[in-house]
């Protein structure tokens, strides 16, 4: 047991600073990332942790992973072809109101699943105002399915959302285990959601032949601002990808995958500029990294570590265990429905960090770490999908919502939510069809 300052017992100090933590980030007063710096340097300075327990409390490749991605798609997006693949999404439904809407969906939870969904929709929204202003439609029924749409695309991959990435790292998953055991049921729930939202508002939608013609009328290929770059980077994400999958059997980390892939494009990109051309060329690409998000995962890292030492997670794990009677099928469904609840009132990032040691510690009860494969996908289908439940559910909510506002297009919590809490709902208990069909029965 650790030893504290003025001899204060460390699981009640731990606990405070993380629930200091949870509420101050809930309240948004301060910067998530300085936020998390100051409560694990508060768990340093207060003696839960040593200075090496907090660097070890760090998963650095999740850290590793999420900064080579960040790089790749910087990269990439410079090359317009993301502007293309909307454009060409609205072509392809003769600028019809109601397929524009669900076609853009559709490529946002790909383009999710691929990337990561923070990326996706800064890519995505920008587009989807040119387009709703040249059909003379209202943007908020587009940009309330993509943030829906980004939240389930990034359910179905290792790389497509950060609790996935957390989960993937402290669990040894792999890429492959992710596609092949949650995409199935994200491909089911994707289709739903499409199909309510177009009841909702989809059918109400219309443009005139005018005003379609001057979509259609739009030349995706002009998007493309940089043609050689554009192959360079569609050939290292393509390299990455399959790297992901074969990582298994290489045996190599998504870290190492990606900030490799990075350091490559980086190199491509760079390549034929004088050496002061590439210095300031590089400073530019690194400094578009989300960094605020970097060390708000380095920092809330150490801060669950903190709760970890002090004991406070494995109390809870026991808890949990008498709770459901030790039942696996029990434990699943809780872990998922608490999950999905749970991340629509707080952040799924910092939710997940706290919850991934406590199924950890229930490996002895169901005869090791093996059989806590449900769980982990409880864990990430509830974590995910329940990041739609409201505005401050999931990161990429909030940053369409400050896109939209400042765009003149108001992104009220209550509206928000009233819409989008049932949705997340329905998402989620087809999630329980599913791991009772596959899993638990």
């Known amino acids: 047991m650790p030893h504290t300052i003025f001899g204060l017992d460390p699981l009640w100090v731990s606990t405070v600073l993380l629930v200091l933590a949870y509420v101050t980030i809930m309240t948004d007063r301060l910067n998530r990332a300085v936020v998390a710096l100051l409560g ?24 590793g992973l ?12 410079r090359s317009g072809v993301f ?108 289709a739903v959601q499409v199909l309510i939202t177009h009841l909702i508002w989809g059918r109400k939608l219309h443009a005139t032949a005018e005003d379609r013609a001057r979509v259609m009328a739009m030349d995706e290929r002009a998007a493309i601002t940089d043609w050689k770059l554009l192959k360079q980077a569609l050939a290292v994400l393509a390299a990455v990808i ?40 590089v400073h530019g690409r690194l400094s578009e990294l989300e960094w605020i998000t970097l060390f708000f995962f380095i920092g809330l890292f150490i801060l669950v570590a903190g709760v970890e030492r002090a004991g406070l997670l494995d109390i809870l794990a026991r808890k949990l265990v008498a709770a459901t009677g030790g039942e696996m099928t029990t434990m699943a469904f809780t872990v998922l429905w608490a999950s999905a609840i749970l991340s629509a009132i707080i952040d799924n990032i910092p939710f997940v960090a706290t919850m991934i040691p406590v199924i950890k ?18 864990l990430a289908l509830g974590a995910c999908l329940g990041g739609n439940g409201s505005l401050i559910g999931a990161s990429a909510n909030l940053i369409v919502a400050g896109t939209a506002e400042r765009q003149g297009v108001p992104f009220k919590f209550k509206t928000f939510t009233l819409t989008a809490f049932p949705l997340m709902l329905i998402s989620v208990a087809i999630s329980h069809v599913y791991l009772w069909l596959r899993y638990l029965r």
């Open 66 to 77: 999420l900064a080579g991605m960040m790089l790749i798609v910087g990269i990439t997006r």
């Open 242 to 281: 399959v790297a992901f999958v074969v990582a298994r059997f290489i045996g190599l980390l998504p870290a190492t995958i990606a900030m490799f892939g990075a350091a490559v494009l980086l190199l491509l990109d760079s390549h034929g500029r004088t050496s002061e051309e590439q210095t300031h060329h």
């Open 40 to 63: 694990a340097g508060l768990m340093i300075v207060t003696g839960i942790l040593s200075q090496e327990e907090a660097i070890r409390g760090v998963d650095f490749n999740t850290i």
């Open 361 to 378: 510690d229930m490996a002895p009860v169901f005869g090791g770490a093996e059989h806590l494969m449900p769980l982990w996908w409880a």
């Open 83 to 190: 502007e293309y693949v909307a454009i060409w999404s609205a072509k392809v439904v003769k600028a019809n109101p109601a397929g524009v809407l669900a076609l853009l969906s559709i490529v946002t939870a790909v383009f999710s699943a691929f990337l990561d969904n923070v990326t996706t929709v800064l890519l995505i929204v920008p587009v989807t105002f040119a387009i709703c202003r040249e059909l003379k439609v209202p943007p908020y029924p587009f940009l309330f399915n993509q943030i829906i749409a980004s939240n389930i695309g990034g359910t179905a991959t290792l790389i497509g959302d950060p609790p996935n990435i957390i989960i993937g790292s402290a669990a040894n998953l792999a890429f492959d285990q992710f596609v092949v055991h949650l995409a199935p049921v994200i491909v089911v729930v994707l």
